[in-house]
C-alpha cells in the first residue's frame, strides 16, 4: 500500500500541536516506510529486522533492532501479518458513520506507545487512523491518493545513509 498522509497532533487538552504531510509506503510482513516532507523532512523507515530514522535538517539518523512480532508501534501494526493483530490488541468494532468500518485496537501489553488506536476503513481502505498516547495527546492521520496491493520494490524500505550523516545508535 502507499498513500499521502496529513498528520496533526493535539495535546491532551485537544489543542493542535503540529500538521505535517508526506507519503508512505508499507509492504507486509514488517516492512515500512514513513516520509514527512513538510514542515521538517524526516524518513523512517523498516525492513522488518531494523528501524532507521533520519532528520533530514539535522542531517543525523538513529538506528534500531526490532523485532516486529514483539512490537506495538503504529508502523508495525500497518505493516504486521492482519492474522496475528488478535495475538497483540484486544480489537472492537465501533458504531460507524458514512459507511464506514471503524476499529479500536487497545495493546495486550503494559508497555506500550499508546492506549489505544482506531482505525477508520471505507471501501475496505484505511482512510483516517488515530491514536491516543499514554500521556492523552492524540495523532489523528488522514490517507490519500491509496494504492493498496501495489507492488513495491523492497529497496524503498532499505535506508542507504546518505554521505556525511551522524548514526546514533540505539541498540
Not at 491532551?12 to 514527512?36: C, D, H, N, V, Y
Not at 495527546?137 to 513495491?152: D, M, R, T, W
Amino acid at each position: 500500500m502507499t498513500a499521502d498522509f496529513q498528520q496533526t497532533m493535539y495535546n491532551a487538552q485537544k489543542q493542535p500541536l503540529q500538521t505535517s504531510q508526506g507519503k508512505m509506503a508499507l509492504l507486509r510482513p514488517g516492512q515500512f516506510r514513513w516520509e514527512i516532507t513538510t514542515p521538517n523532512p524526516q524518513i523512517m523507515l523498516t525492513d522488518g529486522k531494523q528501524v532507521w530514522i533520519y532528520d533530514v535538517d539535522l542531517n543525523q539518523a538513529t538506528h534500531q533492532l526490532i523485532n516486529m512480532a514483539d512490537s506495538v508501534s503504529p508502523a508495525a501494526l500497518l505493516s504486521s501479518d492482519a492474522n496475528q493483530l488478535p495475538q497483540r490488541f484486544t480489537i472492537a468494532r465501533l458504531k460507524a458513520t458514512n459507511s464506514q468500518t471503524v476499529f479500536q485496537l487497545k495493546p495486550k501489553k503494559t508497555d506500550d506507545l499508546f492506549k489505544y488506536v482506531i482505525l477508520y476503513f471505507q471501501q475496505q481502505q484505511l482512510v483516517q487512523m488515530r491514536i491516543v498516547d499514554n500521556l492523552g495527546g492524540l495523532s489523528v492521520f488522514n490517507f490519500e491518493h491509496i494504492a493498496p496491493n501495489k507492488i513495491l520494490n523492497t529497496n524503498l524500505f532499505i535506508f542507504k545513509l546518505p554521505k556525511g550523516v551522524t548514526v546514533i545508535e540505539n541498540n
